[in-house]
């Protein structure tokens, strides 16, 4: 059985930086796609970042430049670095895996940008 565990969430004032980190447990190997999604009140889930196995990324247009993926294959984890972070990042950030053909989702971590 695979669980996710998110942490890092935080308030942050805008213009700052903050850093989550998603671990993966269970009997795994090679996880195809790692990523996050995020979702404001009354919005649809979308889109963070992606990170394959074969080391491709993908971003959300509105994170371009300002957010970075990376993982750590060997400790089933993936990080996300958030820098100048604006209002309209505030969201639940979900961790997300896509492993032998099955989605996974973590709980949720709550980011808030507000001075």
């Known amino acids: 059985q695979v669980q996710l565990v998110e942490s890092g969430g935080d308030l942050v004032q805008p213009g700052g930086s903050l850093s989550l980190a998603c671990a993966a447990s269970?009997?795994?190997?090679?996880?195809?796609?790692m990523g996050w999604y995020r979702q404001a009140p009354g919005t649809q889930r979308e889109l963070v970042a992606t990170h394959t196995n074969a080391g491709s990324t993908t971003y959300g247009n509105s994170v371009k430049g300002r957010f970075t993926i990376s993982r750590d294959s060997a400790k089933n984890t993936v990080y996300l670095q958030m820098n100048s972070l604006q209002p309209g990042d505030t969201a639940v950030y979900y961790c997300?895996?896509?492993?032998?053909?099955?989605?996974?989702w973590g709980q949720g971590t709550q980011v808030t940008v507000s001075s």
């Open positions: 269970g009997t795994i190997f090679s996880i195809a796609i």
């Open positions: 997300y895996i896509y492993y032998r053909g099955t989605p996974y």
